[in-house]
């Protein structure tokens, strides 16, 4: 039953108003005290030709009788309704435990495609924490989508591919050892790629070298490919990694170099629709009418560039899934790019430019030296893990001593605080690594909502078996427990807001708010104490608050383990 609708159905029978006119003044009361709904009069009184005050007395007596309302109140110009409350909390909680993991499933997306690419670092490079957030935010909107019923393309985008391999594979022939690779995966990587550059400062010709070996790779050469290909196993065996601690998955690895031999006919077709421009020595699409910088197709010695294999990854993803939207994740810098790239499509006469999505995000920043560098002053991922399971182990080692699985759980717990401290702020802005902030098992944190949901699962493992049949909802009329009952009826609509916005914070937010409730709730009210009847009535109380947290944690990406 949709309350606000039945009253203003109500509403518009008495006061003979079309309904639509009546829902869309309904208001939810700020305050408590003015009931669940308030209806003010003041727009009538131009129609009816009465003071406010004396149209709201009307209209109450004109009002038929409905069981699901306690108390109608007459306040000045208002109208004031307060719902049945064992009506309402018999409504939302037997929905939750009837639908279980599905309550704010929906299949709104039946029947589209969305193309998420996400994560997408860069080969021979490491996996520093700018990369985190875009995995960690394309997963979650990838799980939100899932969840509303979208089929949902996951792609990482590589940089796999540019004059970069050219350099390194100099690089590896001057300075590199296989051993030396071997051992230390991307790190001797960086290492060589770094002497490059300080070598090439003195000694021009490094460059021209390295320019020839990246048209060798583009040309098919054997050994130059055969060097890319094996620093690409080794990149993507440590990216694997770091995926499988953060419980990430991809649906295709099309990285940049997948569009090599997909490119020349996207620039002839550029050619055809007169496009394209020669502007000293390059090939460029002129975007002086929109205010921009032109794109830059073809570099005066034949390369590529990135928004090359971006046009044509977009073409081909088109083309592949026939997307209703596309969905690109990176930091806010490179927005110029995705404005350039996204306006050679509209030009190019495709209408679904308009389904290309930038989803930017703000930088991460680290407080104070107190992360891990061992590596130099770029923080790697993997250790960033690391040492948040860590930092967590150390807490768990001292809240609960005798925990079984301490090592999975400081596993779930540290990562899980990671992401949702990446996820709880509006993706625009930074995210600042604070162990002790992020850490904090009573702030409003990936460690808070977790410990929340063992708390909701201990408490029904002492319960027992419990049966869920004939509760006397109408038992529940405490204000913690409709609080609960309110925030849990609006979860799904949050879900759908997330995805509209693109903004998992939406989600992270509602469950930190529905954990408050639960604590609010649990400390107000015995529950295992309570009589019969009572007792079986908060236990539904628990249990759909435990199946709606970890159901939401499980669209954000985190584990929500029983016991912590
Ligand atoms: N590799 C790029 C970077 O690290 C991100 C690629 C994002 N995807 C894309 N289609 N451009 O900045």
Same mark, same amino acid.
């Given at each position: ?29 700020? =305050? ?56 309402? +909390? ?8 009837? /639908? ?5 499933? $929906? ?27 875009? +995995? ?9 989508? /899932? ?15 540019? +004059? ?7 690089? #590896? ?52 490919? +055969? ?32 569009? =090599?031999? *997909? ?10 629709? =007169?496009?394209?421009?020669?502007? /000293? ?24 560039? #990135? ?57 991460? $920043? ?44 400081? %596993?779930?717990?540290?990562?899980? @605080? ?6 709880? =702020? ?66 799904? %609509? ?10 998992? $914070? ?10 408050? @409730?639960?604590? *609010?709730? #649990? ?27 970890? %159901? ?13």
């Amino acid at each position: 039953m949709d309350f606000k609708l039945e009253v203003a159905r109500l509403l518009a029978k008495a006061a003979d108003l079309p309904l639509e006119d009546a829902l869309s003044t309904v208001e939810i009361p700020a =305050n408590k005290t003015m009931g669940d709904f308030a209806f003010p009069c003041f727009r009538l009184a131009k129609v009816f030709r009465k003071a406010p005050p004396m149209i709201a007395q009307e209209i109450v007596e004109k009002m038929e009788k409905a069981d699901f309302i306690e108390e109608i109140q007459v306040v000045g110009a208002y109208v004031n309704f307060f719902m049945q409350k064992g009506v309402y +909390t018999q409504q939302i909680l037997s929905k939750v435990l009837e /639908e279980k993991e599905s309550y704010g499933k $929906s299949n709104i997306g039946h029947g589209k495609t969305i193309v998420i690419d996400y994560s997408s670092p860069n080969i021979a490079k490491p996996f520093h924490v700018g990369h985190l957030r875009s +995995t960690v935010i394309g997963n979650a909107i990838y799980k939100i989508h /899932e969840e509303l019923g979208y089929h949902c393309v996951g792609i990482n985008h590589l940089g796999d591919w540019g +004059t970069q391999f050219g350099k390194l594979i100099v690089a #590896y022939r001057n300075w590199g050892s296989k051993d030396a690779v071997e051992l230390n995966g991307i790190q001797e990587l960086m290492r060589i790629y770094v002497k490059f550059h300080d070598e090439a400062e003195k000694n021009p010709l490094l460059d021209d070298e390295a320019r020839l070996w990246f048209v060798k790779m583009q040309e098919g050469d054997e050994e130059a490919l +055969t060097l890319w290909k094996w620093f690409y196993d080794i990149s993507i065996k440590e990216f694997e990694r770091v995926y499988d601690m953060l419980g990430v998955k991809f649906d295709a690895y099309t990285g940049e170099s997948f569009y =090599n031999d *997909k490119m020349a006919p996207v620039v002839e077709e550029l050619r055809d629709k =007169n496009i394209l421009k020669e502007s /000293e020595g390059a090939m460029i699409v002129d975007l002086e009418d929109k205010n921009m910088p032109p794109c830059l197709i073809i570099r005066k010695d034949g390369g590529t560039l #990135y928004a090359t294999r971006d046009i044509t990854a977009a073409l081909y993803r088109k083309k592949t899934y026939d997307f209703d939207k596309c969905i690109i994740l990176t930091a806010l810098d490179q927005n110029l790019h995705f404005a350039q790239f996204f306006e050679v499509i509209h030009k190019m006469g495709y209408d679904w430019y308009k389904d290309l999505i930038h989803v930017p995000f703000g930088l991460v $920043s680290l407080d104070s030296g107190k992360l891990s560098t061992r590596h130099g002053n770029v923080v790697l991922m993997e250790d960033l893990l690391h040492q948040a399971i860590g930092e967590t182990r150390k807490i768990i080692e001292e809240k609960n001593p005798t925990l079984e699985n301490k090592e999975l759980v400081s %596993e779930q717990v540290g990562i899980g @605080a990671i992401i949702f401290n990446d996820l709880y =702020n509006g993706r625009i802005k930074d995210v600042v690594f604070s162990w002790e902030r992020m850490l904090n098992f009573d702030g409003e944190t990936g460690p808070y909502v977790q410990y929340t949901h063992a708390r909701a699962c201990s408490i029904l493992k002492r319960a027992g078996d419990i049966s869920l049949e004939n509760i006397s909802f109408d038992l529940i009329t405490d204000e913690a427990s409709i609080d609960i009952c309110k925030l849990l009826e609006a979860y799904p %609509e949050k879900i759908m807001d997330a995805a509209n916005k693109l903004e998992p $914070s939406v989600v992270t937010r509602h469950l930190v708010a529905i954990a408050q @409730a639960f604590n *609010k709730f #649990y400390h107000d009210n015995p529950i295992l104490s309570s009589e019969d009847d009572v007792r079986k009535a908060r236990l539904a109380i628990v249990v759909a608050v435990k199946t709606v947290m970890k %159901e939401g944690l499980r669209l954000l990406g985190i584990d929500a383990p029983e016991q912590m």
